[in-house]
């Protein structure tokens, strides 16, 4: 039976990541991912603190010269209310910019450069049962001809993504107290100058009559997009069933998406994901951590996933390396607790952005720059700063300036 420190589910940002960081540290790390890269996959748009992980893992100069297209903020637009977020304009102390990806060629570009610093990565390979026995667990594994096998290792950090290969094999998984909804989306071809709209921005797009309806736009290098509706699941029920026609008209009913992708090519197939949001139990076990959407998932407005996924790498990385060499370690104080803080003031926000009063801060003119710059801090990704107000007391803050937001408009109609 082979033996190995750390084995790592799935090849994703979150596996690519902490089989870096733990690889660099000395370890003996395997990666076992069920599917084949390139894969198409969604979380397209990273925020800004994502890069901090890639630079830790060693990866930046791999991603910087892959040619994506250069992020430096986030578009609001609802009907001819526009508002935006820099990122070069932060409370936090962080990055200014980062990249907008397409993800089939962005985690090949991790998992390589996993690779390329001595990480074994084995694809085609699923994990399909876990026993955890005093300081070591047996993994039993398969192969696409169904050939099984087992491997003995000391800890295990799933990063299977919506795979969620441990909270299922464990009974981890709980409902998430977050409405269900649904996404349509596909990668297109618009045919519009280059200056048509912001393409260093994602665009958030808001529905002409329904405010808890939104699209995605997030530019590629070239004139590639990736674009989506997200809607509660009831509200697709008057739209076609067919994922491209269900598409095609959602997107004549916005005028900024009819006007840009109007005329559009569409060369990839639509797809559809339904009840993405999740939540588990517990993170952390006997012989076992929880990484990104394997533990848990909110919501798509504001791009959280990837940076949640990566932050869940780094911290399980360094506590994991600790544990390693002999320290006494507590997985629920020393990584899920901070960990959620973060997830937490990103559910804060992806709560008020349904409720509309993040809508209403956004849309609004009157509120001061340093409010915005707390904002852009989290939306670039630093919802783990605690000296900032916003994210230390994200709901009640949000609360205030909403109201104080309501106000203004109130008085000046």
Known sequence: MQTV????????????IASA????????????????????????????????????????????????????????????????????????????????????????????????????????VRVVGFESAGESVTLRLQDESKIESEIRTKFVLDGSGFGRVLPKLLDLETPSNFPARAAVFSHVLDDKAQDAFDRNKIQVVVHPKNKDVWFWVIPFSGQRCSIG???????????????IA?????VSE??????????????????????????????????????????????PVFSSGVTIAMRSASTAAGVLDRQLRGELVDWKRDFEQPLRKGVDV???????????????????????????????????????????????????RLDVVAQLCRQDYVAAT
């Open 229 to 243: 509706c997200v809607a509660a699941r009831e509200f697709f029920a008057d739209y076609p069933i067919e994922p």
């Open 346 to 396: 990103f559910r804060h926000y992806v709560t008020a952005w349904y409720d509309g009063r993040f809508q209403e801060i956004m849309f609004s003119k009157n509120h001061s720059p340093k409010v915005r710059a707390m904002i852009s801090s989290v939306l670039a990704g630093y919802a783990w700063d605690e000296s900032n107000p916003f994210v230390s007391e994200a709901g009640r």
């Open 5 to 16: 420190d750390v084995v790592v589910i799935g090849a994703g940002p979150a596996g690519s």
């Open 246 to 250: 269900r598409l095609k008209q959602l």
């Open 21 to 124: 960081i733990l690889k660099r540290r000395g370890w003996n790390v395997l990666v076992v991912e069920a599917q084949h890269f390139p894969r198409f996959v969604i979380g397209e748009s990273l925020l800004t603190h994502c890069l901090d992980f890639v630079a830790e893992a060693g990866m930046l100069e791999a991603v910087e010269s892959a040619g994506f297209r250069y992020k430096n903020g986030a578009a609001f637009i609802r009907g001819d209310e526009y508002g935006a977020i820099d990122f070069g304009e932060q409370f936090t102390k962080g990055r200014a910019s980062t990249f907008q990806v397409q993800r089939a060629t962005f985690d090949q570009v991790l998992a390589n450069d996993a690779q390329r610093q001595g990480v074994q990565i084995q694809f085609g």
């Open 254 to 299: 916005e005028p900024f998406m009819a006007r840009i992708f109007g005329n559009a090519t569409w060369d990839t197939p639509v797809r559809t994901l339904e009840g993405y949001a999740a939540n588990v139990k517990t993170m952390t076990g006997p012989g076992f951590a929880l990484l990104g959407n394997a533990a848990e998932f909110l919501d």
